[in-house]
């Protein structure tokens, strides 16, 4: 039979025997083995190369974290970090002093925020806080909000108190005075 000019194969042809099938299958091994070990070596060759560039990125990304930890340990706080930690400083002193009664006392509010900002100072070994890493911002905040040293509050209260017995010496002593008049005495006419 013939369809546009080509012929169809009878399907009666004979049958391939086992020894064809055996001599058949041995040709395919010998001309595929060359092929198998070239595509084997291939492989391995790729494995080794994939090998080397994970080694190659896991060395690469140790060298980026090493070279992020330098960063962020060389770059200072902000202006407004910096303005936003003193004003925590100055209102933890306030709060501090607050429960002895001292709250509005400037001096003892600036003695005890200088004590409060030195300890900051010197846990990241800086002279000030704009030296200080922008990365532990929020370290420096939570030191400031737990920061409790007894004896230091003790001594800026008690020197608190000592101004304020003092002021209040002065007070009744002038008032005391010619009748309140003048601190000095009466003024010669």
Known sequence: MSNNGLTLREENSPAMTSEQVQLV???IQQMMAPVMENI????ERNNQAME???ATQQMMSAR????EKQVRLKTPMSRAQENYINGAVRARARELLE???FADDKKAVTKLGGMIRRSILTRYGVNSLREAPAYDYETALDEIKFWMDLPSIRDVAKEAKQRADLALESAECCSDA????SPFGAVNQ
Not at 64 to 67: K, V
Not at 178 to 181: K, T
């Open 25 to 27: 299958s041995t040709l």
């Open 40 to 43: 084997g070596q291939i492989l």
């Open 178 to 181: 010619d009748g309140g008049a």
């Open 64 to 67: 980026m974290s090493d070279l």
């Open 52 to 54: 080397r560039i994970a």
């Open 99 to 101: 429960s002895r009664g």
